[in-house]
């Protein structure tokens, strides 16, 4: 299991490592500024958060809910304490409710979230997990998330810890249900495994 770790703990000595998410760099080492997993590589340590609420970023690409169009603009909900500003032109044909995937484009010094490069999702479902568990999602270099749809599920996975699956009923349900094991054990080794097998059948998702 990774070692949990909280903020103000020093994670290595000397400055050769890079200082990854979740961590900063001092004269003497480097340290955790978050509570959460230690990740140490051979260049680099980071932590993944295990609490917190989603802080927008200039860069992520996050899943939102359009809940107004005023002046050409849609005003959109992406699940944190900031909602989204998204310039439209007559191309996009967009209505409050409606579930877009979009990039961050920026976010200013009074957390000004303007949004970019919307694309529509369609008759999917909206699930909602702690965004501080997407890393876990997503996995090393894509691998939880490419094993998640090899069943053939449509899946959209947001920064802001919003995931959109489309598929028929039985398989959307087991996506559910193993988005929900990777909340719950992500702070488990040999995680990948553990969904593949409950995936295929071999396991009741009950393993801690």
């Not at 997993?37 to 609490?51: C, G, Q, Y």
């Not at 488990?188 to 801690?208: A, M, Y």
Request: no cysteine; proline share 3%; charged share 30%.
């Amino acid at each position: 299991m990774r070692e949990v770790v909280i903020p103000g703990e020093k994670l290595s000595e000397g400055t050769k490592l890079h200082a990854g998410q979740g961590t900063y760099k001092a004269d003497d080492g480097v340290y955790a500024n978050t509570y959460g997993l230690m990740n140490k590589r051979e260049d680099a340590v980071s932590v993944v958060p295990l609490e917190g609420k989603y802080m927008p970023r200039e860069g992520d690409k996050v899943i939102g809910v359009i809940e107004a169009i005023r002046f050409e603009a849609a005003f959109v909900d992406i699940r944190s304490a900031y909602n989204g500003y998204l310039p439209l032109d007559g191309r996009d044909r967009l209505k409050a409710g409606d579930v877009v995937l979009v990039d961050i484009a920026s976010v200013n010094e009074i957390n000004k979230v303007d949004l970019e490069r919307p694309m529509k999702l369609y008759e999917g479902k909206l699930m909602d997990i702690p965004s501080v568990k997407i890393p876990r999602v997503v996995g090393h270099k894509g691998s939880m998330l490419e094993l998640l749809r090899k069943s053939g599920v449509t899946l959209f996975v947001g920064r802001n810890g919003r995931v959109y699956i489309k598929g028929d009923t039985e398989t959307v349900k087991k996506t559910e249900e193993a988005l929900n094991m990777i909340v719950e054990l992500a702070h488990t080794d040999g995680l990948t495994d553990k969904i593949k097998d409950f995936l295929e059948g071999e396991s009741n998702g009950n393993e801690k």
